[in-house]
Every structure is written in structure tokens, then in C-alpha cells.
Nanobody, 115 residues
């Protein structure tokens, strides 16, 4: 059974940075395209960024140029470097596969951007 554990969230001022991590266990991590998702209060979960096993990346327009997704296949971990954070980036951030069926969702990590 695959388990996902996100970490690295917190409270940051607008313009600040955070680096999120997601550790996956119980699977052959390398073969999957992974994604970071977020869910803001009262809104649906949305896809933020994806990365293939080989390292090709894609980003939602709202984060392009500010966020960077990366992965360490040896550590079964995917990262999200978030720079120039805005209040509208406030959300719970999750990682999972890009393609359905999804693995069970982790608890996520809360990012709050506020002055």
C-alpha cells in the first residue's frame, strides 16, 4: 500500500519562499509521473505542477515562473520549491500520481501566505 507524507508548509509573508517535500513509500516511485496539488478553502483541489520519472516538468499558469518541481528517485521524494508566494497560494498542498487512479491521499501540508 502506497503512503504519501507531505511536509514543509508553514506561515510565510507575501514574496517569501517555502520548500515542500513529499515522501512516497510502498511503490516503485521512478515509473510514475508525480504531481503537486493544492486545495484552498472552499475550492476544489487543483493540479499545480507535474514531473515525469525522467524529470520533464509542467506547471499551472498561476504558478509558472515562481514554483519549481523536482524529484529524487533514490529517496522516493518529490519537492516543490515555491518562491514569490502570494496570498492566493494559501492552501493545503498534496502530492500524488498525475494519472488516476490516485493513491490514497496524504494529510497534506498547509501553506499560509499572509502578512
Amino acid at each position: 500500500q502506497v503512503q504519501l507524507a507531505e511536509s514543509g508548509g508553514g506561515l510565510v509573508q507575501p514574496g517569501g519562499s517555502l520548500r515542500l517535500s513529499c515522501a512516497a513509500s510502498g511503490t516503485i516511485f521512478t515509473i510514475f509521473t508525480m504531481g503537486w496539488y493544492r486545495q484552498a478553502p472552499g475550492k476544489q483541489r487543483e493540479l499545480v505542477a507535474t514531473i515525469t520519472g525522467g524529470g520533464s516538468t509542467n506547471y499551472a499558469d498561476s504558478v509558472k515562473g515562481r514554483f519549481t518541481i523536482s524529484r529524487d528517485n533514490a529517496k522516493n521524494t518529490v519537492y516543490l520549491q515555491m518562491n514569490s508566494l502570494k496570498p492566493e497560494d494559501t492552501a493545503v498542498y498534496y502530492c500524488n500520481k498525475f494519472l488516476q487512479p490516485y493513491w490514497g491521499w496524504g494529510k497534506g501540508t498547509l501553506v499560509t501566505v499572509s502578512s
